[in-house]
C-alpha cells in the first residue's frame, strides 16, 4: 500500500521543477483563492493552525502561532525568510524539494507574505547545493515574469518580492538569528534573543523565518484546508513528513509518510537493513538529537509525541541508521569533530567545550582513553547545554550524553580494550553501498 | 581587478537588497571573485570592500568564517569530501583513503602539480547520496565510490 503524500508524490524529477508544470499539477491555485474568495491575512493564519503544522526546520514549532507574532500593520519593510541552510549531518530534504518542487516553497512563501504581512523574502539556501541555487533562481524569475511575485501579484493590492542568497559553508547559518546576521553581511554568529525576529529581524526589522518544508506545505493547507491536512497525520502533528533515511539501509534517500507512520515501516520504505543485519541505533531526527537504541526504536512512531516519549526527538526528521557494524566510539567521535568544527565561537562554553569533548572521545577512540573519561565527558556536556545563547552548544552536548547513557559498556570495553568492540574491517564492510540511480 | 561579467554579476546581487544594504552582497561578491581569482588574496577582498563600501577588516571576517572560501591557492580543482557520520555510514572513509592515495596528498594539501587539491568537508545536505564529493564549490558529485572517484579524476585530469 502506498502512503498519501503531498510534497514528492507525481514528481518526474526532470521537468517538475518548471512553472508551468506546478501549474498543471495546480499549483499557485492556492494563491490565486486567497485573492478571488477572499481569505484575509487572518483567515490565512487560521487555517494553518487548524492544520497543526509544526515547524520542519528542527524546533517543530506551531507555524500559524509563529505567523500571528507579526505586527502585520507596522508600516515599513518587514520580512519573510525561508530556512534552506540544510547543514545538519543526515539531513537532505530541503534539497530535494527545491530541486524537484521549487514552486511550492515560492508559493508557500508569498503566502507567508500574505498573512504576516511581509513585503519582502529571502531563501537562503545551503552553500554546497550551488546547482539547486542556480535553479531556484530560475525558478523564481519564472514566477516574476507570470506575475506572481512583484507590485499588484494577480492584480490584487499586495506586492511581495523574493529572492535568493546562497550560504557558502557554516552549518550555524542554520540558526535564525545567525542566518539574518549571515544576510546583513556579516559572521553568521546568533544573536541574544530576546528581542525575538518577529520585533527586531533583519536589518533590525519585523522577521518571520520558517523552514523550506514547512512552506512547501502551505499551498496545501491552504488549497485543501486545515483539517484535511491535520488527518493526514495525528492530533498535534499533523500532515505528512518527509523523513532523510541515510546510513546502513539499502535505499538511503527522502521517505514522505504521514506522521504517526510506525519506524518499522519507514525502514522497509527505505529498503530494510543492510545485508539484513540488526539495527543498533539510530538518531531519530538529526545528528543533534539524543540516539535511540535499536530495541527502542523498533517501537516508536514517527511523530514529534511519540519520538519525544521515546526519550529523543524528531528534529528535522533525519533519521541515521547504525547497524551492528557501528562502532559507537567512532560515532560520536566524527559528530563531535562535527560540532567543534561548525562552533561559531561565540561562548566560551561551546567554543572551548566542543574542542574539549571531542579530544576526549578522540583519545578513547584511539586507546588512550581512561574510565574517568566517562564521567568527564558528560561533566563537560552539562557545563556546555543551556549555557549559550544559540542551540550548538545543546547539539553538541546531547548526542555526547545519550551515546554514553546508552552505550556506556562498549565505551568502558574501549578505554580497557584499548580497541574497537567491532573491528574495523566489520565497519568498512558495513559502510559498502549499493550503488545506483539516486532515489 | 575582477572582470567587467564579474561586476554586472556583483551588481546583480547588490540589487537584491534594499539600497543602504550593500553589504548583504558580501558572500556572493567573495564567492564571484574567487571563482574568477582561484582564491582570495588580500588585494582581491580589498577590492571588494572597496566596491561595496565596507571595512577591509569587515570583509575579512566574512571571507574567514565561513568554510567554502579560500585564503590560499587551492590548485585547479579543489576536492571536498564529507567524512561526517552519516557519509561515513556509507563508505566515506574508504572513498577518502582512495582520494589521498591516487592523489598522493593528505587533507588541505596541493598535489605537486598544482592540479588538485584535497579537503575534508562537513555535511552538505545531501547523505542519502553518500559519499558526496564537491567540485570547485559548485558541482556535486554523489555516490563516490572507488570507480566513480576514478572516473572523475580522469575526467579533470583530460
Known amino acids: 500500500m502506498s502512503l498519501p503524500t503531498i510534497l514528492t508524490g507525481g514528481l ?11 501549474e498543471r499539477r495546480g499549483g499557485y491555485q492556492a494563491l490565486r483563492a486567497i485573492f478571488s474568495r477572499p481569505l484575509s491575512p487572518d483567515d490565512v493564519i487560521a487555517e494553518v493552525k487548524k492544520s497543526s503544522l509544526r515547524g520542519r526546520g528542527g524546533a517543530g514549532f506551531p507555524t500559524g502561532l509563529k505567523w500571528s507574532f507579526m505586527p502585520r500593520n507596522l508600516p515599513g519593510e518587514k520580512y519573510l525568510i525561508c530556512n534552506s541552510d ?13 530541486r524537484w518542487n521549487p514552486h511550492a516553497v515560492i508559493e508557500g512563501m508569498i503566502i507567508g507574505g500574505y498573512a504576516t504581512g511581509a513585503t519582502r523574502g529571502y531563501n537562503y539556501i545551503h552553500g554546497e547545493i550551488f546547482e539547486v541555487y542556480e535553479r531556484f533562481e530560475q525558478a523564481l524569475e519564472e514566477a516574476r515574469v507570470a506575475g506572481y511575485l512583484g507590485k499588484n501579484i494577480l492584480g490584487s493590492e499586495f506586492s511581495f518580492e523574493l529572492f535568493a542568497h546562497h550560504g557558502y559553508g557554516a552549518y550555524i547559518c542554520g540558526e535564525e538569528t545567525a542566518l539574518l546576521e549571515s544576510i546583513e553581511g556579516k559572521k553568521g554568529q546568533p544573536r541574544y534573543k530576546p528581542p525575538f525576529p518577529a520585533s527586531f529581524g533583519l536589518y533590525g526589522r519585523p522577521t518571520t523565518i520558517n523552514n523550506t518544508e514547512t512552506f512547501a506545505n502551505i499551498p496545501w493547507i491552504i488549497g485543501n484546508g486545515g483539517d484535511r491536512f491535520l488527518e493526514m497525520g495525528k492530533a498535534n502533528n499533523g500532515g505528512t513528513k518527509i523523513f532523510s533515511v541515510s546510513g546502513h539501509v539499502n535505499r538511503p534517500g527522502n521517505y514522505e509518510i504521514p506522521l504517526g507512520t510506525p519506524f518499522v515501516k519507514l525502514l522497509e520504505m527505505a529498503g530494510g537493513m543492510r545485508a539484513g543485519r540488526k539495527l543498533k541505533a ?56 562535527f560540532y567543534f568544527e561548525e562552533s561559531c565561537g561565540q561562548c566560551t562554553p561551546c567554543r572551548e567545550g566542543t574542542g574539549w569533548l571531542y579530544r576526549v572521545v578522540h583519545r578513547i577512540e584511539h586507546g588512550q582513553g581512561r574510565q574517568s573519561d566517562l564521567d568527564l565527558l558528560t561533566s563537560v556536556a552539562d557545563n556546555i547545554a543551556g549555557r549559550t545563547i544559540c542551540a550548538l552548544g545543546d547539539a553538541a552536548a546531547l548526542p555526547v550524553k545519550s551515546f554514553i547513557q546508552h552505550f556506556r559498556d562498549e565505551f568502558a570495553y574501549h578505554i580497557d580494550n584499548r580497541r574497537c568492540l567491532v573491528p574495523v574491517e566489520m565497519q568498512r564492510e558495513g559502510s559498502r553501498i549499493y550503488v545506483g540511480e539516486p532515489w | 581587478m575582477l572582470s567587467p561579467e564579474a561586476l554586472r554579476r556583483i551588481d546583480t546581487e547588490i540589487a537584491k ?56 591557492p587551492v590548485g585547479k580543482s579543489k576536492l571536498t569530501i564529507c567524512t561526517g557520520l552519516p557519509c561515513a555510514l ?50 556535486m558529485c554523489v555516490r563516490m565510490n572507488k570507480e566513480r572517484i576514478d572516473a572523475l579524476l580522469d575526467e579533470l585530469n583530460s
Request: charged residues 25%; aromatic residues 8%.
Open chain 1, 282 to 337: 539510530c538518531i531519530p531526527g538529526g545528528s543533534s538529537m539524543p540516539v535511540l537504541p535499536g530495541d527502542v526504536m523498533m517501537n516508536c512512531d514517527m511523530d514529534y509525541d511519540s519520538i519525544a516519549k521515546a526519550g529523543s526527538a524528531l528534529g528535522s526528521g533525519a533519521v541515521i541508521i547504525m547497524d551492528e557494524t557501528t562502532c559507537m566510539v567512532r560515532a560520536l567521535e566524527r559528530l563531535s569533530y
Open chain 1, 86 to 98: 540544510e547543514g545538519e549531518p543526515g539531513t537532505f530534504k530541503d534539497r530535494d524539494i527545491l
Open chain 2, 90 to 139: 556509507s563508505g566515506a572513509d574508504e572513498a577518502a583513503d582512495h582520494l589521498r592515495e591516487k592523489l598522493g596528498v593528505g587533507f588541505s594539501e596541493v598535489t605537486a602539480d598544482g592540479s588538485f587539491m584535497l579537503k575534508e568537508g562537513e555535511c552538505m545536505g545531501a547523505c542519502g547520496d553518500a559519499p558526496v564529493l564537491l567540485v570547485n564549490n559548485r558541482r
Open chain 2, 17 to 72: 537588497y534594499p539600497a543602504d544594504q550593500k553589504q548583504s552582497a558580501v558572500m556572493a561578491a567573495l564567492a564571484i571573485a574567487q571563482q574568477e581569482k582561484g582564491w582570495l588574496a588580500e588585494d582581491t577582498m580589498a577590492f571588494v570592500a572597496d566596491y561595496l563600501g565596507m571595512p577591509q577588516v569587515a570583509v575579512l571576517e566574512v571571507a574567514t568564517f565561513y568554510n567554502m572560501y579560500d585564503l590560499s
Open chain 1, 12 to 22: 518526474d524529477r526532470e521537468s517538475s521543477w518548471r512553472l508551468a508544470d506546478y
